[in-house]
T-cell receptor
Framework: KQEVTQIPAALSVPEGENLVLNCSFT??????LQWFRQDPGKGLTSLLL?????REQTSGRLNASLDKSSGRSTLYIAASQPGDSATYLC????????????FGKGTKLSVIP | KAGVTQTPRYLIKTRGQQVTLSCSPI?????VSWYQQTPGQGLQFLFE???????NKGNFPGRFSGRQFSNSRSEMNVSTLELGDSALYLC?????????????FGNGTRLTVT
């Protein structure tokens, strides 16, 4: 059974700092991995999707990497801003043909002005 | 393009009642999946539909059911509500059939069971 862990559960940083969020998974036979952000009381917004054949994906100030062999992914946020404050979740899909994802419990990020 | 729309946003029900939640996917998306989010368990997969067929089901009791219509809109039903069913229910849609496209989530339905 796939398990996804995100450490730390919460993180507080000053504005402008670069930061890394971590995600680990127990079964390395994944199909893809997605990073989401969730604002309070809202749904999830997809940030980056990394297919199993890829090593990283970039979008603006965000960069996500994937190391299947070690069961790890990181989300790098450059030059953090107060608007980045949210809960960040990683989700792993194991197997093709379905959208069943296994989620971590998230890292709650606070960027202090 | 309109996003994923879930109705209603909030629901309060009493134990033993049943409830139906609705989800309208992004136009053109044929896959709809449902998730339950609670503080203790986080996000857990309920089920997924593609072209009106249930493709996958999570580890939830039979009181949780769903369906998808020919226009890709989906509903989920929970019968004989229990206090533990209080949660945020999220619906997500996606474009592809193979599970390799990003998921787009609605803002959810907050269900409170008293």
């Amino acid at each position: 059974k796939q398990e996804v862990t995100q450490i730390p559960a919460a993180l507080s940083v000053p504005e402008g700092e670069n930061l890394v969020l971590n995600c680990s998974f127990t079964d390395s036979a994944i199909y893809n991995l997605q990073w989401f952000r969730q604002d309070p009381g809202k749904g999830l917004t997809s940030l980056l999707l990394i297919q199993s054949s890829q090593r990283e994906q970039t979008s603006g100030r965000l960069n996500a990497s994937l190391d299947k062999s070690s069961g790890r992914s990181t989300l790098y946020i450059a030059a953090s801003q107060p608007g980045d404050s949210a809960t960040y979740l990683c989700a792993v899909k194991t197997g093709a043909g379905s959208y069943q994802l296994t989620f971590g419990k998230g890292t709650k990020l606070s960027v202090i002005p | 393009k309109a996003g994923v729309t879930q109705t209603p946003r909030y629901l309060i029900k009493t134990r033993g009642q049943q409830v139906t939640l609705s989800c309208s996917p992004i136009s053109g998306h044929r896959s709809v999946s449902w998730y339950q989010q609670t503080p203790g368990q986080g996000l857990q997969f309920l089920f997924e539909y593609f072209s009106e067929t249930q493709r996958n089901k999570g580890n939830f009791p039979g009181r949780f059911s769903g369906r998808q219509f020919s226009n890709s809109r989906s509903e989920m039903n929970v019968s004989t509500l229990e206090l533990g069913d209080s949660a945020l229910y999220l619906c997500a849609s996606s474009l592809g059939a193979r599970g390799d496209s990003p998921l787009h989530f609605g803002n959810g339905t907050r269900l409170t069971v008293t």
